[in-house]
């Protein structure tokens, strides 16, 4: 186990490569702040976490709850996947991204930052195998259950909008020095459940990469905050491909 300090300073690498991660770590006994949402609670309430992919309708441009809900989870798939994925990356150990130890703070409606319920004693993991149950079985699935229970989207396009949440951690660090973070892409993605590295290709360029394209597709286009566009890693678009934005 490594202790809290040593997690405040994995995180802070995040700072230089990855700013639009931002999160902030909650010590025992200090309340959430008024614009996070308590993880645990969305993966109970289908009810409450509909309410909050509804209401990012103006902001999106749509009506279309299907739509709606894929873009929410993949929002939220980049704050609490990218986040933790991308501080394995650099430094080898992942916070507890279990949905009890974890909220999201919300912004324009949608989930914008990640905040870490530290206990006193610990809150970081350098095993992989810890970071893979802890995200997907302690996390990520209970929450996609949530989902689904009131949205009728495809495993497919929850998982492809994780994918590409892991896509875009791996390429907003690739830069950081020294930081073997192809080899422990590799690694995540054999471990990862789901099947995360079929959905998509991916291919990783020295220096460069990785590239991803998506098989999937999250549904950005149908909104009118798209204006018909795509996301770069659309599985719809014809031209070479980097990564989807945040």
């Known amino acids: 186990m490594t202790a809290p300090a040593d997690l405040r300073a994995a995180l802070g690498r995040l700072a230089d490569p990855a700013p639009h991660l931002r999160w902030r770590l909650v010590p025992p006994g200090e309340a959430l702040a008024g614009d996070e949402l308590a993880c645990v609670e969305l993966a109970g309430d289908p009810d409450a976490l509909a309410a909050a992919a509804a209401a990012t309708a103006a902001g999106r441009g749509s009506d279309d709850p299907q739509v709606l809900a894929s873009l ?12 933790a994925l991308a501080c394995w990356l650099l430094s080898g150990v992942a916070p507890d991204v279990r949905a009890e130890a974890t909220a999201v703070g919300i912004a324009r409606s949608r989930p914008s930052s990640v905040a870490y319920l530290v206990p006193a004693a610990d809150g970081a993991d350098g095993e992989l195998a810890t970071f893979v149950d802890r995200l997907f079985a302690g996390h990520l699935d209970r929450v ?52 995360l590295a ?49």
């Open 144 to 195: 996609a259950g949530s989902l689904r229970a009131r949205h009728a989207l495809g495993r497919s396009l929850i998982w492809g909008n994780v994918a590409a949440a892991c896509a875009s951690a791996a390429r907003s660090v690739r830069a950081a020095a020294g930081a073997p973070w192809p080899d422990r892409l590799r690694a995540f993605l054999a471990a990862a459940p789901h099947d």
């Open 198 to 246: 079929a959905l998509g290709r991916w291919t990783f360029a020295t220096g460069a990469g990785p590239t991803y394209r998506r098989t999937t597709c999250c549904l950005w286009w149908k909104t009118t905050a798209a204006a018909g566009a795509l996301c770069a890693d659309c599985s719809l678009a014809r031209s070479p491909i980097e990564t989807s934005p945040t």
């Open 72 to 83: 929410w989870w993949q929002a939220y798939a980049y704050r609490v996947a990218g986040t």
